[in-house]
């Protein structure tokens, strides 16, 4: 049969460790989170299921996931596709400017951005209410962030971007003769927006909206920090309320896997749908050409808007944020914001004597920079074999490549909680091993993702260009394909280390007493009333992020925005 | 009277001037082309015409009806022109089916749900369509989808029709295809086409008037078809249409030779008129000069080319280099082997590129 | 330099079966192009000879060294062989420079540095890119691009190239420059080529021999271009070179007519060709250019259906009887001398040439 040359062994070997990999690391995690839930003493309980899911608080948490996962989805879509509106088909001023702004949310982790709404709006303590009562003599707090309202409005100001960047993206790419041959034919502008525009813009909005469903639905930072206190859980901030309050008795554990099962079920759903409406070729509206997209003249609304645009951008973005530096600078948290109640103090304690925060930082650094390059490396071998190689078998390759794309961050923490503590004979439990194998399952998908696109465009021509002027399979490999995909390799390491940096949902059930996260700390402080101590220690890790972002913006020459979530 | 008039035309982009004073007049029911090199502004023009560009200076008019004019500061946006347009890429829906496609503009014109499925089924019966109305543009080929687009800009009865390089994005074949098929619908329906295309071919195939523009969208010849290839106005347009050979002569004895060549030979002794020392420049059509083995203009042939059924010959006469073009039934020439030509049509043209009359 | 000789060459991927029995040799220091359909198999050969494909059944000789036999197993990889390639998308390498991409077969050799930059700074010139040498493939055109794919594959001094289809992808002004760069190369460097494609413009033009090969993989003729493009052995080749006639006809009231015309076909046709007309078997065939279009007379006759003006040759299809016929004048001439015909006019048919055909060969495309 006519094949390629091969040396013969060597190809089928990469494909069984890759293969090895991905069913260890990735696999057979979450089958047994699906074993548990679903089977007990080998047989299928499907009866204990539904007792499970009766539960009040259980049910309760899943109607909650999908309420607040709705709500955010409703808002972000609403905000996402108006300001990509605005931002790429009117004539609004300082268009460049304003696109960046309302990219910023993407880079904040959202359990920082809740923490700092906490501080403003706890019905209580917040300042903003405070500020109300006073002015207004009001006798109820205005606002109460600890709601289902609240929770929904954190998430949404930080998932909406997910929305307004596939919908600009298309909006500004779209053939502009799609709406000219419109014009021509007698409509006039609204007609056009809703007949033509709007309809080739679905798939787009779809594909962004169910991002941020599945982001809202597997997020546990926001719930965590607003919704505990009045006892508002969701799947995620339940399965955790449940593993850490019983200290891993089966019936909790049993309850965690089940709600995880929903996670992954609803996951696939999510992106089963995604991949249908991506790949409708029905929607091919991309001009070739460079395009001049018509632009709607705003007239008497332009400034109005640009306000609002920038209110907005003022209120989400800035007030958060410049909440957080000013409370870390606080002598005590209450203290009014005169400059006699500053300090830096807070920022050395943090960084230098206390305990918990330095092995937090240390802890993350080494973490995420091993698994940022393991799973580069690795990543880049399955992926050559995925896109390159001629095996037979590869097909079981991509299937299990596809799995963990957003799986769910407890749930692969779940799954490798029961595959890593004993089960087969190895126990990571408490150890900084557990969080290490769980940053690779989690973000394999990601330099999976990267390194495969990088492999593609380096055309086979290429490579045998090169054995055709003399190299070896090795030479063409090490002098063609291996620098060209550099950029591609270096794009997937950041767009693990700088996301596992920041996290929380994975390593907060995974922490033991030495081995916090950054993410895991500034939850602790928080809730343990170390209000400033969060605060600084959430500073820190915003500035960390911007210079990481601006270090990756040098390194690869593009913004490679790590989407959010923690 | 004319049916659409373009008047002092001018459009600026910064300090460019993309067209440039355009006068032009387009009788009821012509198919003119306009053809140039890309930038010249043709596809600039024809915009103002749709509407999507307003124009700095001048006017439009269709019929007495004015369209835009920057004297009555007067601008009809391209919704409410009423004319027929069809895109280089196309343009169709991906979203609606081929029926939908194609009723979009009655639908917009509030006709009745019957008169929108007559003229529509009309519409596609004319281009060939019917049997695929509920199909979706992405089912069907680059020439289905280019049908489409014609079905939909004729629905609604346009009298005039505007087409921007339509059939760039074809093949070769579909190409030859479409503009039958095009042509066939204006004899029926008796439109004026405005036509832009930088392939003189298909200007050529399709136009009852050929627009020649350089840059600024300034007309160097308009003409009809053969006119615009026997009797090219200047070397622009000469260079523009077809292949050409320019060489430079000398006269001497009331004769005119190939410079630098004139034991070769004469080329003929109708001398064109000239200033003394400053001999026009010769052009011909590589197709245009005969081959012959004995008598003609002497010259060596030096590269034998065969491209199908044409042999391209380049044939040295002393310092100069003439391109010839054979059909490949005639005998042949081997290189290196003498022979002589024959100049069938000789164009004169002076230093500013303007023709001369011999 | 060194001749290439396929033996009984077959590939078959999975269950298809894309030829078999290929057998060819191509001459040391020829220029011979392979033409044919898209998924004819042509690239298939081109890259059996070049060891990216395995036969799976066969032997591919270069020179006199057996490079591939599958019954032997034996094959010698690539980077052995000793041959340039040309792709068709350049395969030029984006983050070298152009010296870089060429001196590489001579860093792979390890030559000498002083001798590897003398070689590829002389392969630079000899594809005019001389003062480019530093410039990276991004900031070069498409014509410059292959140029440099080109003098990377000659640096080394190959025994052959093989060239896929390399000027598909640049515009038809920047072909035709490459055509004589490739053919000028050739005849300097003495190399031989095998050059595969589907445009027969471009394998016309430059090559010693050309072979056509037909959508089911086989062979259907080599020979000197000129020799086949006037007088190819079948239809399928006859139309694959160039705008073809076919004319199907009838035997009707003891003469030879075009099919549904009353009147007779006055040509000289041999007995065994009547023979195969009565069978029918056959059909006849001419190129436009091959037909002389008359007022009067006329070994046929008919109606000029449509005329189209191109610029040097106006087209006009003519029915007769029951069939589309295409010829052509010379414009200039035709339109001077006042014989440019109407749309609608009456008009006779001379025939030049015609061929005889087997419906069988040709192929749906002609509708014969």
């Known amino acids: 049969m006519t094949g390629t040359d091969r040396k013969f062994g060597i190809a089928e070997l990469l494909l069984l460790f890759s293969v090895l990999v991905l069913v260890v690391v990735v696999a057979v995690p979450i089958l047994l989170i699906l074993w548990n839930a679903f089977v007990v003493d080998g047989g299928l309980n499907i009866a204990g299921v539904i007792q499970v899911l009766s539960q009040p608080d259980v049910f309760q948490a899943v109607v909650n996931s999908l309420v607040i996962a709705g709500a955010v989805t409703v808002v972000s879509t609403i905000l996402g596709v108006f300001f990509a509106w605005l931002v790429s088909r009117t004539d609004l001023p300082f268009k460049e400017t304003m696109k960046l702004l309302f990219l910023v949310p993407f880079m904040l982790p959202s359990f920082i951005g809740a923490i700092a709404w906490k501080m403003l709006l706890s019905p209580r303590s917040g300042m903003v209410n405070r500020w109300f009562i006073e002015l207004f003599g009001l006798e109820q707090p205005l606002f109460n962030i600890y709601s289902l309202g609240g929770i929904i409005a954190v998430e949404s100001m930080y998932l909406f971007p997910f929305v307004f960047i596939q919908v600009s993206g298309a909006l500004e790419r779209m053939d502009p003769t799609l709406e000219e041959s419109a014009r021509i034919s007698g409509a006039g502008l609204l007609t056009i927006t809703r007949r033509i525009t709007l309809p080739l813009m679905l798939p787009s909005i779809a594909a962004g909206a169910l991002l941020v469903a599945l982001y809202s639905l597997a997020h546990f930072g926001v719930p965590a920090v607003l919704g505990t206190e009045s006892g508002i859980f969701n799947i995620p901030t339940l399965i955790y309320q449940k593993i850490y309050a019983s200290g891993g008795r089966f019936e909790a554990i049993r309850a965690g896997t089940i709600l995880s099962s929903i996670l992954v079920i609803a996951a696939a759903l999510i992106l089963y749908s995604q991949n249908r409406i991506l790949t409708a070729g029905r929607f091919q509206v991309i001009a070739g050409k460079s395009v001049r997209p018509m632009l709607l003249k705003l007239r008497g609304l332009k400034y109005p808007l640009l306000l609002l645009s920038i209110l907005y951008i003022a209120v989400t973005v800035l007030l958060p944020t410049i909440t957080i530096f000013l409370v870390a600078l606080l002598k005590t948290y209450g203290l009014s914001f005169s400059l006699e109640n500053m300090t830096l103090q807070n920022f050395t304690y943090i960084l230098f004597t206390m305990k918990l925060t330095r092995d937090a930082i240390w802890n993350s650094f080494y973490l995420s920079l091993a698994a940022a390059l393991v799973t580069m490396l690795v990543g880049t071998l399955i992926s050559y074999v995925i896109v390159k190689m001629r095996v037979r078998g590869k097909f079981l390759l991509e299937f299990l490549g596809l799995l963990p794309f957003s799986v769910p961050g407890t749930v692969i923490a779940l799954g490798v909680i029961l595959m890593w503590s004993g089960k087969f004979g190895v126990n990571l439990y408490n150890t900084a091993w557990i969080i290490f194998v769980a940053y690779i399952a989690r973000y394999m998908a990601f330099a999976l993702k990267s390194t495969s696109a990088a492999l593609e465009q380096v055309g086979d021509s290429l490579e045998e260009a090169a054995r055709a002027c ?33 996290e929380l949902t994975t390593s907060v059930l995974l922490y033991g007493p030495t081995t916090r996260t950054i993410g895991v700390a500034i939850y602790a402080l928080s809730e343990d009333g170390e209000t400033v101590y969060a605060a600084a220690l959430s500073a820190v890790a915003l500035l960390i992020i911007v210079v990481g972002q601006w270090v990756i913006k040098r390194v690869t020459g593009t913004t490679k925005i790590g989407g959010g979530g923690a | 009277m004319a049916h659409v008039i373009l008047r002092d035309i001018t459009k600026r982009f910064g300090s460019v001037v993309a067209v440039d004073k355009l006068n032009l007049e387009v009788a009821r029911g012509q198919c003119i082309s306009f053809l140039g090199p890309s930038g010249c502004g043709k596809t600039t023009t024809l915009r103002m015409l749709a509407g999507f560009e307003d124009l700095d200076e001048g006017e439009i008019l269709v019929g007495d009806r004015v369209i835009s004019s920057s004297f009555k500061n007067y601008y009809l946006p391209p919704e409410k022109r009423d004319f027929g347009m069809v895109f280089q890429a196309f343009a169709v829906w991906p979203h609606l089916n081929v029926f939908d496609n194609v009723a979009f503009p009655l639908q917009i014109r509030g006709l009745s749900r019957a008169e929108i499925r007559e003229k529509t089924t009309k519409a596609l019966t004319y281009t060939g369509l019917l049997d695929a109305r509920d199909s979706y543009p992405n089912e069907l080929s680059g020439g289905q989808k280019q049908r489409i687009a014609l079905a939909r800009s004729i629905s609604f009865n346009p009298t005039v029709m505007l087409l921007d390089e339509p059939l760039s994005n074809l093949d070769p074949k579909m190409r030859e295809v479409m503009r039958f098929e095009i042509k066939e619908l204006q004899k029926r329906f008796n439109f004026t086409i405005i036509y832009v295309t930088h392939d003189q071919a298909e200007a050529m195939a399709l136009s009852d008037r050929i627009v020649v523009m350089d840059f600024g969208a300034l007309i160097q010849q308009d003409d009809t078809p053969v006119d615009v290839y026997l009797k090219p106005a200047n070397k622009f347009v000469f260079s523009f249409i077809g292949l050409s050979n320019f060489l430079d002569v000398e006269v001497a004895d009331g004769k005119v030779f190939l410079a630098g060549a004139r034991a070769a030979g004469p080329v003929t002794a109708v001398v064109p008129p000239h200033a003394a020392g400053k001999p026009p420049t010769l052009a011909c059509r590589p197709a245009e000069i005969e081959m ?33 073009q054979r059909n490949v039934r005639k005998p042949l020439f081997g290189e290196g082997d003498r022979c002589g030509l024959v100049f069938a049509s000789l164009h004169w043209y002076d230093e500013s590129g303007a023709r001369v009359s011999a | 330099m060194a001749d290439v000789r396929l033996e009984n060459l077959a590939a078959t991927f999975g269950t298809h079966r894309v030829f078999d029995g290929f057998t060819l040799t191509i001459r040391d220091g020829e220029c011979f192009s392979l033409l044919g359909p898209s998924g004819c198999g042509k690239s298939v050969v081109m890259r059996m000879i070049a060891g990216f494909e395995h036969p799976s059944a066969g032997e591919v000789f270069i020179g006199d060294q057996l490079v591939s036999s599958a019954a032997k197993k034996v094959h010698v990889p690539t980077e052995s062989r000793n041959i340039g390639v040309v792709f068709q998308d350049y395969a030029v390498w984006p983050h070298k420079t152009v010296f870089e991409n060429v001196v590489y077969p001579l860093q792979i050799q390890k030559a000498a540095a002083a001798e590897a930059k003398t070689r590829s700074m002389d392969a630079i010139a000899q594809v005019h890119l001389t003062g480019l040498e530093d410039r990276y493939p991004s900031q070069l055109s498409g014509g410059q691009q292959q140029r440099v794919a080109l003098a990377r594959a000659l640096v080394s001094r190959p025994k052959i190239m093989l060239l896929d289809e390399p000027l598909t992808n640049l515009d038809a002004n920047l072909r035709e420059e490459m055509r004589f760069e490739i053919k000028d190369l050739q005849r300097r460097t003495g190399v031989t080529i095998l050059y595969v494609t589907h445009d027969q413009e471009v394998a016309l033009a430059i090559s010693d021999r050309i072979g056509i090969m037909g959508k089911d993989g086989s062979l259907r003729q080599i020979g000197d271009p000129h020799a086949i493009y006037t007088d190819p052995d079948d239809g399928f080749v006859f139309n694959f070179l160039g705008v073809a006639n076919f004319i199907p006809v009838e035997r009707k009231n003891g003469g030879i007519h075009v099919e549904g015309s009353d009147l007779p076909l006055e040509v000289e046709i041999s007995p065994a060709a009547r023979e195969r007309i009565a069978k029918g078997e056959v059909v006849a065939a001419c190129r436009p250019f091959e037909i002389d279009l008359v007022r009067d007379g006329g070994a046929t006759r008919g109606v000029v259906r449509r005329r189209v003006f191109l610029g040097p040759i106006v087209t006009y299809f003519i029915t007769v009887g029951a069939v589309e016929i295409r010829a052509q004048q010379e414009a200039a001439e035709a339109f001077r001398d006042g014989r440019a015909l109407e749309e609608g006019e009456a008009c006779g048919l001379t025939f030049q040439a015609l061929r005889w055909y087997d419906k069988a060969g040709i192929g749906k495309e002609a509708g014969a």
């Open chain 2, 292 to 324: 012959v083995p004995t008598g003609g203009v002497y010259g060596v042939v030096t590269r034998r080319v065969l491209l199908g059924d044409i042999i391209d010959y380049v044939v040295k006469v002393g310092p100069t280099e003439v391109r010839v």
């Open chain 1, 470 to 502: 003399g190299a070896t399979h090795w030479q063409a490999m090490k002098d063609v394909v291996l620098p060209l995909i550099k950029p591609g390799m270096v794009a997937a390491f950041f767009l693990i280390f700088l996301p596992a940096l920041r």
